[in-house]
């Protein structure tokens, strides 16, 4: 009886106790260094997590079974605010950060009062950290992975602390690191800068910063301030958008007067901008009125919008109806509205002439490129904003790629939009007349303490330029030089780091390592993690060690990583010894580059691509990564996986839910790399009964076949040898597969089409023996492959059968593929299409009974004929030719039309089977009785229905006597 969880422990308890995945240093051997990222331990894992890792997994092991030394570690990241957002959380008596952390923690831990003491004592930091490290250390063990656990540190560790000291002191040196003032996401309750780690669900949503342009129009005693994405658009404006309802002051601005939303002054007191609130009034007291265009000489009136989102920027839009769909729809809106005309007392003749400005010229566009793309989408009214949405995007696309400006926008005509738009910012800011407000192109972040994440300059904020030197340059020579999987996804690199700029890379709060030259701010949570895996090579050695921190210098890893400096004055000057020094660095040496790193999608604009921008920072060519592969993220019947939906699924109930061997397989077979995993739970079972069935039926098969052969030579059947050859055949595309980064074809191949092939077999052969012969031949090999995946079910049969040491440590062969035999497949899918047709025909028959089935091959010269025409190909005159030699054949009246029917049908493109027929069939009679459930008669002089003249070579007439 299958007991999955059962046999699951036992091989998880027999591979720590043998410490079968630890590696080291071999150089009688290749190696493979593959690494996944490591999981932040503030939290449980789930299935979007075990997707990812179990991938992670399956290479590794294939790599294993490939022959190869690998390495394949893990260790638990704490960097950032997140840990302390729950310790603080926890300590103000934050209910309901409470009761998720209990849920938590319930997960391994039943008794109710051992919980909530646990979760009391989360006010100290370190205790979320060890707790969850420890428990995602279990979950990841109860799931079969394969790591090598002695490498395991935190990014909290004080070793680890001196080693990213080390990593930031290069990267002072290199100029890569400047200090100055940049616009960053900023958490107002902690007081400190925040990125994908602190903000919740961060790693899924767009963290980049909008830079709107504030265009000062001359208005009253001041300036009315709209805000913009597209400052080149200036020269089309009409009028300004102010929404009637809205709140909107009167302020002094760092000594100008500012006419903007009260929201605004929210946004622009964290940006550094003094703010005075002269007077408060509603949009709607102003509408009506006129401003002037940035060089004060046009007047511009002052329109109601309702669209207006004054909590967006400043809360003024300007209108440009030619090239915005919202501004286009909404001044038509306004044109037909005599009611809201009259409301605000606007000029009626006045609104109606306001007739759109086209500044940009598109190709192929015949009218206003707005009112083109309201259209296409059939925008009605400005209420059609998901129509309006799309419009938009399109529009602004294809005019910021592709449009030019015209002779109304002055010094700029003939520029590119996409130059323009900067050109034009950088002059009007030049000549006060213009301003710049960053805000989150994500609405409504929250940082993981609970508070709304804004944008904030901070002085003297210390960030990463990608763009020093040639940083940049080496980083897309990486990744040119790189495997990306599936490689759709390298363009998402290219226009990644095409964008990046700079970023803040240290922050006055949180847990990790402090800037070693600034000590007052501590490195950020992804600054940190970039070349961690080089730490793996060498963290066990150091606590083995019991190394002191004062000897980890940034000498000691200038020798060990770099190659660099005196061994003899190292170690006199830190007290260790050269042989130790020798062994560190050896140990690195062989280790690295990283061979493989396996990932999700949602970590390529962030952590991947800082991955390859510190490796080239920091280390030489040769020990830049060769290799990338990605997933797509886990849906759940059907929805996105979140914490707001109820429906995340944590790695601790795999085991006892459904069993890590059913979760590993059904978790990489759904889907392949580059598509969304949809977990559903009827499909889980469905596969759960395949993967039942297949244990039943090995084990049943291994007690039957002791007895049997286990030689080539001891099968008897021609039919036994094709199915012998057909799964050998399938055992390399599986690899094939495995080659290619393809799990699931992998899989597809490997347990589905190899296990419906012996299925059939069994079911169908009259020959047990050859069926345990050939079982035997190939069951080894068969748990082989699949243990890459199912490990703990295939360690439990290879034991079964007698076999000693584990599965998951033997190296694979060539699955013995001198038996594969490409003559018999062909012959056998002449079969296989005679089979078919028997059974096409039956489907319309009006009685299923059948007797006999009588087979008619084609006449024998049709074969000669077609041996001449695979000789002389299309040459019709050379076939007719050497037919003249033979009286006998030119006497067949079909003889012309039957080479002409080759001939267009161009046989000798095909693979024809060298077969004889009637022999043929003969062998695989008893086969071909079996399968139809009829007595089959070859070449019967009995033919009532003629159907002999039917015949034609490789195709059988057919008749069914009932």
Known sequence: MYNPVKIEKKWQERWQESKIFEANPDKKKKKIFITSPYPYASGPTHIGHGRSFVNGDIFARYYRAKGYNVLYPMAFHITGTPVLAISSSIERGDKILITRMKEYVSLHTIEQKRVDEIVKSFVDPWKIVNYFSNTIKMDFKSIGMSLDWRREFTTGDKIYNKFIEWQYFHLKEKEYIEKGEYPILYCPRDKNAVGEDDIASGDELDLNINEYICIKFPFKDGFLVASTLRPETVYGITNIWINPDGNYIKANINGEIWYISEEATHLLENQNKKINILEKFEGNRIIGKKAKDVYGIKEIPILPGEFVDTATATGVVYSVPAHAPYDYIALIDLQKDTELIAKFNLDRRETELIYPIQIIELKGFKDFPAKVYCERHNVNSQLDSEKLDLATSENYKNEFYNGFLNEKCGKYQGMKVSEAAKQVSEDLIQENKADKLYIPITKNLRCKCGEEVIVSILKDQWFLNFNAGDWKANALKCLKNMKIIPNKYRLNFENIFNWLEKRPCARKRGLGTNLPFNKEWIIESLSDSTIYMAFYTISYKIRNLELKLEQLTPEFFDFIFLN???????????????????????????????????????????????????????????????????????????????????????????????????????????????????????????????????????????????????????????????????????????????????????????????????????????????????????????????????????????????????????????????????????????????????????????????????????????????????????????????????????????????????????????????????????????????????????NSNFDPKNRANRAKPYKPALYINI
């Open 564 to 938: 660099k400096g005196n061994m003899i004055e190292l170690s006199k000057s830190i007290d260790i010894s050269e042989e130790l020094l020798s062994e560190l660095q050896e140990e690195f040496l062989y280790w690295y580059p990283v061979d493989h790193r396996h990932t999700a999608i949602m970590h390529i604009s962030n952590h991947l691509s800082f991955y390859i921008f510190h490796h080239v920072a920091i280390f030489p060519e040769n020990h830049w990564p060769k290799v990338i592969s990605l997933i797509e993220p886990v849906n759940v019947e059907g929805q996105k996986m979140g914490k707001s939906k109820g429906n995340l699924i944590p790695l601790a109930n795999i085991q006892k839910r459904y069993s890590a061997d059913l979760f590993r397989f059904y978790i990489s077979h759904g889907a392949d790399f580059g598509v969304y995993m949809d977990f559903r739970e009827k499909e889980i079972d469905i596969v759960k009964n395949h993967i039942n069935k297949f244990y039943t039926f090995i084990s049943e098969k291994i007690n039957q076949s002791k007895y049997a052969g286990v030689s080539f030579k001891d099968i008897n059947t021609k039919y036994s040898k094709v199915i012998l050859s057909k799964i050998i055949r399938k055992f390399i595309v599986a690899q094939e597969a495995l080659n290619e980064y393809n799990i699931r074809k992998y899989l597809q191949t490997s347990f589905y089409e190899i296990f419906n092939l012996m299925q059939e077999f069994y079911r169908d052969t009259n020959h047990l023996n050859d069926f345990l012969v050939v079982f035997n031949l190939v069951y080894k090999d068969w748990l082989k492959i699949l243990s890459l995946t199912m490990p703990h079910l295939c360690e439990e049969l290879w034991e079964m059968s007698g076999n000693e040491g584990f599965i998951s440590k033997v190296i694979w062969g060539d699955f013995n593929k001198q038996h594969i035999d490409k003559n018999l497949e062909l012959e056998f899918e002449y079969i296989t299409d005679v089979i078919e047709d028997i059974f096409n025909i039956k489907k319309i028959m009006t009685s299923e009974r059948s007797d006999e089935i009588y087979l008619y091959t084609a006449p024998e010269w049709n074969y000669r004929v077609i041996n001449l025409i695979l000789l002389k190909k299309d040459n019709f005159n050379e076939i007719m030719s050497e037919l003249k030699k033979e009286k006998e054949l030119l006497a067949q009246k079909e003889l012309i039309p039957f080479i002409k029917g080759q001939l267009k049908n161009r046989i000798w493109e095909k693979k024809i089977p060298q077969i004889v027929e009637t022999k043929l069939i003969e062998d695989y009679r008893s086969y071909i009785e079996k399968r139809v459930n009829s007595k089959i008669i070859i």
